[in-house]
């Protein structure tokens, strides 16, 4: 039985051994018709790593041939096959603006922004790609409204989107967790404004009391009194949207504590008047 799978083995090697060698061959080879046809079919069967290098070789030798529309889209979509995401969104790019007419242009545009989506890192990270990603998908739709590409487009963006939104809400609530209430305050409302429609509402409206009142805890005194007012607005604003939320106990006790000491501070302002008179 082993030495079967000893046989087998060698046999494998032998045919890989034999193909890397024919290949090499063939690249060495001065026979540009037989190079171009190789590079076809190395694609067509799926053989991607093969066909890009023949494809890379033999394209700016055939400009203006019959093959060269075809072979540039395809080296395009080598590159996107490969990982190489930069690179193909160059080359979809370029090929889209070349061959403007071509029947091949509409999908180079949705395979450049493509290209864009796939690009785009994990949310930790910077989003320039993301944003250039949305954009280019916008473009596309745009271009050809009428697409069969158009609601996978859409998909898409809202996907990226929603990575923009998970990147923006944690940014936001790092700025709480760090004790940095009045920038968080900030970035709440900006998420607010930038995110009407997100999932992430809920506990940002809670979060916005929160750190109202953690705020207005550590002021100095001559400003507490109007941040624990702007804690209950944020309250009340809260609970008028999200009266049934799993955050209103911990937003009820902030908003109690804050009536409290408003309430304390203009009881004390009442003897103190009452005192001068």
Not at 82 to 99: A, P, R
Not at 166 to 184: I, Q, V
Request: glycine share 2%; proline share 3%; with cysteine.
């Amino acid at each position: 039985m082993q030495k079967n799978w000893i046989i087998l083995a060698i046999i494998l090697l032998s045919l890989f051994t034999t193909g890397c060698s024919e290949f090499e061959r063939l690249r060495k080879s001065n026979d540009l018709p037989k190079k171009v046809k190789a590079a076809f079919e190395y694609y067509d069967q799926k053989r991607y790593y093969r066909a890009d290098i023949l494809f890379e070789e033999v394209l700016p030798l055939i400009q203006g041939a019959p093959e060269a529309e075809k072979g540039t889209f395809y080296h395009a979509y080598c590159k996107y096959y490969l990982g190489d995401y930069v690179l193909s969104k160059y080359q979809f790019q370029k090929f889209y603006e070349t061959y403007a007419r071509s029947q091949f242009a509409e999908e180079a545009m949705y395979m450049s922004a493509v290209s864009l989506y796939a690009d785009s890192p994990i949310y930790t990270l910077d989003q320039t790609n993301t944003i250039e990603a949305i954009g280019a998908l916008q473009n596309f739709i745009n271009t050809y409204p009428n697409s069969k590409y158009v609601e996978e487009s859409t998909n898409l963006i809202n996907e990226l989107r929603v990575k923009l939104e998970k990147k923006a809400f944690e940014a936001a609530l790092l700025y709480s967790r760090t004790g940095n209430h009045k920038a968080a305050l900030v970035a709440f409302n900006n998420f607010q404004r930038g995110y009407p429609d997100s999932d992430y509402n809920e506990e940002v409206a809670f979060r916005k009391v929160e750190s109202a009142y953690l705020l207005a805890e550590q002021s100095i005194q001559s400003k507490q009194v109007e941040r624990y007012q702007e804690a209950i607005s944020s309250y009340e604003s809260f609970l008028d949207r999200y009266p049934q939320s799993k955050f209103l106990r911990r937003a009820e006790t902030y908003y109690e504590k804050s009536l409290n000491t408003v309430g304390e501070a203009n009881k004390n302002l009442q003897t103190q008047k009452a005192q001068e008179q």
